[in-house]
């Protein structure tokens, strides 16, 4: 559809927005038409960039209005193609709403807008030794609205919990135009916890439009250890035992041969390219319990077979945590398109199921490369290909939905950090009976129940009917 | 109507254990303490693992250990209309749909009777250590890495150290230093909880202890509390319609009111 200057609601939404902060030319719209997912096809309307709760609320009131639905939008760094516009809805971008607003050292609390980014919260409470915990492989380009829309994780989420467990409070405009505070940012509010339902809705109950976080003081001490095995069963068996013995360390981060290798001819971090797999353990804390737990560590790593490199510096902790953030980058040198995946197994599971991700790869005639938090047994297999390969799409898919099967079959599930957005949507029933879904539903209606926030998403069409333009399936040429 | 008893599963290298709501919490901690874990969850006396996630009260060392509303994982529930619906999943990460389980925590029994869940657990730090002083609990806050719990009633500040025997000593001088000295435990809590927002707005007299970073405060006489904002309360009646049109789940309970 092409807007003309006269259309309704873009005349209407000029009255809330000023005439430089509505795009409305088709390149404009077709360039909110995906995210960092293998989606394409989505198709934005109207393209809105609102600076604070008021002009969200003008937008959202607007498109109520005109009965058009609304889909949030942050960096788009999305794999799950949560933030796709289907048939032309509003699409509130909040990349303009990037404020710090306030932080109060003392009690650990900063109130930032959707739109920041989130490496620069952690860089803008650095001077007070504090610091955001949840560091998504993306974080210096995601923005924390987008965090809160997808309940987001990263490496060191492993001891501190993901984005929920860093939330306090949420200010949200829900689709009625009402801005609500959700939680309170001196850590309780009376009542459910509407704030811990909210985080992780994948903008489908409302725009975030401000976000108290809990800061995390910096660690007096931090040890880095690099771990190369010889086989990836050693390596899974490590990390069991390390959970095991009752150290949860800040991180621990898995990456096999296929990615040590990209990583090394790309950053040249020192990971040894001939080891299976390595294993990079990180522990934090006082002093003494981090040189206790690192010592014992390296025990139970040497013990199956591991070699062990310590970083001395905060120079080699940096270049080991590069190569290992650097993966995404590194496997672009190899193909140019890649399916990143991400299930949960329970951590017990994993070598058993990496072991089986190899064979649904070889049985479909593809490359994979495995980096990811393994202490979540949260699996990251990437999946590499060349979209211009005739007849591949079926085959990454087939491999995608194997790899999922695979997972919930040990009693795993269908997402750790990315979310469900569009990508798992059909595959919920799997994993969720239909009561289940019912539920997830009800929720949802709670706190939107006309169905205008982000529709088409997370819900396989039937456990919701209400729904605007709700989709029996994903619409042609949306699938990559 | 009481809930199934008892541990279901427990793996200790996952790190999650699988127990019956009805299985109380002194129940659970021994089970887990035998395999040098426990849960986030408060060790209230004569209570149950679905009694005090229904509750929504933070154990007192909430503000090292975590919030009691990211110890569910799972939570199996009987619906109004009978049906058995599961929320959430079995891993410690997991973003499959909507975060129900936070929704059931402090929800009094109000959107589903909770059978069966899957909790977090952690390990059991090998040594713990009370103290006690005429301290500024802001200074104590800002100088201590990661006290488990610190308390305050207006004169006196209680903080409780756990984790490596050297960390311990070494954050124990450090409060001993700032005026604190070692002591048997925590202070009677106030039966009262209130947001710590009412506390500050003045004018109570009776004895109260503000539970520092958990946004909870324990007063000895009820006090008023702001009234929740018009759209938090309509998300309440919505979020109750929905699960319960029929108004059979704990009828006349009202988790907004709920201390």
Redesign the interface.
């Known amino acids: 559809m092409k807007f003309r200057k006269a259309d309704p609601l873009v005349e209407d939404l000029r009255r809330v927005l000023p005439l430089d902060r509505i795009r409305v030319a088709p390149l404009e719209r077709s360039l909110m038409g995906r995210d960092a997912s293998i989606f394409e096809g989505g198709q934005a309307g109207p393209v809105c960039f609102p600076i604070d709760t008021g002009e969200v609320q003008g937008c959202v009131d607007t498109a109520r209005r005109h009965g058009r639905a609304v889909v949030p939008r942050g960096a788009g760094t999305g794999l799950a193609g949560g933030a796709v516009p289907l048939e032309e809805p509003v699409v509130v971008v909040t990349t303009k709403m990037n404020r710090l607003l306030s932080v109060d050292a ?3 609390v900063a109130w930032v807008q959707p739109g920041m980014i989130n490496l620069d919260l952690s860089r803008a409470t650095a001077p007070y030794g504090l610091h955001f915990a949840p560091d998504p492989s993306s974080q210096q380009v995601c923005s924390l609205g987008g965090n809160v829309g ?2 987001a ?1 990263g490496p060191h ?1 492993l001891a501190h ?2 984005t ?2 860093h939330v ?1 409070a949420v200010e949200v405009v ?1 689709m009625s135009g ?5 939680g ?1 940012p ?12 909210y ?3 994948e903008g ?1 109950m409302g725009i975030t439009t401000a976000i108290a976080v809990r800061l995390t ?1 910096d ?2 001490a931090v040890q880095t250890l690099l771990l190369a095995f010889d086989s990836v069963d050693a390596a899974a068996q490590t990390v ?2 390390v ?2 013995d ?3 360390p800040a991180a621990i981060e898995m990456m096999d041969n296929n990615i040590i290798r990209a990583v090394e001819a790309y950053v040249g971090a020192g990971f040894p390219t001939d080891a299976a797999a390595v294993v990079i353990v990180e522990v934090d ?5 981090v040189a ?1 737990e690192a010592d014992r560590v390296v025990e139970l790593a040497t013990a199956r077979g591991a070699s062990v490199r310590r970083a001395v510096d905060e120079q080699e902790r940096a270049l080991l945590w590069k190569g290992r953030k650097s993966a995404f980058g590194a496997i672009a040198r190899i193909k140019p398109n890649y399916y990143l995946h991400d299930t ?5 599971r994993l070598a058993e199921v990496m072991n089986r991700v190899y064979e649904i790869v070889e049985e479909h005639d593809l490359q994979v490369m495995n980096v990811f ?1 393994a202490g ?3 699996l990251h297999p990437m999946l590499l290909f060349d979209r211009r390969e005739p007849g591949i799409m079926p085959r990454v898919h087939a491999a995608g939905a194997a790899i999922i099967e695979a997972s919930l079959a040990v ?10 957005g569009m990508e ?1 949507r059909d595959f ?1 029933p799997l ?3 239909e ?6 539903a ?6 939107d ?1 006309g169905g205008m926030a982000n529709p088409s998403k ?2 396989p069409t039937g456990a919701s009917c209400a729904d605007v333009n709700a989709l029996d399936k994903v619409p042609d040429g949306v699938w990559g | 109507m009481r809930a199934p008893a008892g541990v279901r599963d427990f793996d200790p290298a996952d790190m999650t254990i699988r127990v019956g709501a009805g299985t109380p919490v002194a129940e659970l901690d021994a089970a887990l303490a035998e395999a040098g874990q426990r849960a986030n969850l408060p060790l209230t006396p004569g209570a149950t693992v679905g009694g005090v996630l229904a509750v929504g009260r933070d154990d007192l060392h909430a503000l090292g250990r975590g919030r009691l509303r990211d110890a569910l994982l799972e939570a199996v529930f009987v619906a109004d209309d009978g049906q058995v619906v599961t929320a959430g999943g079995p891993t410690v990460k997991n973003v499959s749909g909507f975060d129900l389980c936070r929704a059931m925590v402090g929800s009094l029994g109000t959107l589903g009777l909770v059978g069966e869940v899957i909790l977090r657990t952690w390990p059991r730090p090998p040594v713990q250590q009370w103290l006690a002083g005429p301290c500024d609990p802001r200074e104590l806050r800002r100088r201590l890495y990661w006290p488990s719990s610190i308390l305050w009633d207006g004169q006196t500040a209680w903080i409780h150290l756990e984790g490596h025997a050297s960390d311990v000593e070494s954050e124990a001088d450090l409060a001993q230093s700032l005026g604190c000295e070692p002591t048997e435990g925590p202070p009677t809590l106030p039966p009262h909880r209130v947001p710590v927002g009412a506390l500050e707005a003045g004018g109570f007299s009776g004895r109260y202890l503000v539970q520092i970073g958990t946004g909870s405060a324990f007063v000895s006489e009820p006090i008023p509390v702001p009234t929740p904002d018009r759209a938090v309360v309509a998300l309440h009646e919505r979020l109750k319609a929905e699960f319960d049109p029929r108004g059979r789940l704990n009828p006349g309970r009202d988790p907004l009111a709920a201390t």
Not at chain 1, 186 to 197: E, F, N, T, Y
Not at chain 1, 285 to 289: A, D, H, I, K, R
């Open positions: 003392d009690s650990r997808t309940n994780g989420c919990g993901v929920s467990a306090l829900l009402e801005a609500v505070v959700l309170d001196d850590g309780w509010a009376p009542g459910m916890d509407l704030r811990g339902a985080v992780g809705s489908m003081p660690p007096p069991s035992a959970i095991a009752g150290i949860v804390g006082l002093p003494g319990g206790e949960v197994v329970p951590r017990t938090h979540d047994g949260n009693g795993g599930v269908l997402s750790g950090e990315h979310g469900i798992k919920m994993m969720f009976s009561a289940d879904l019912d539920a997830q009800r929720l949802r209606r709670a706190f129940p997370v819900l």
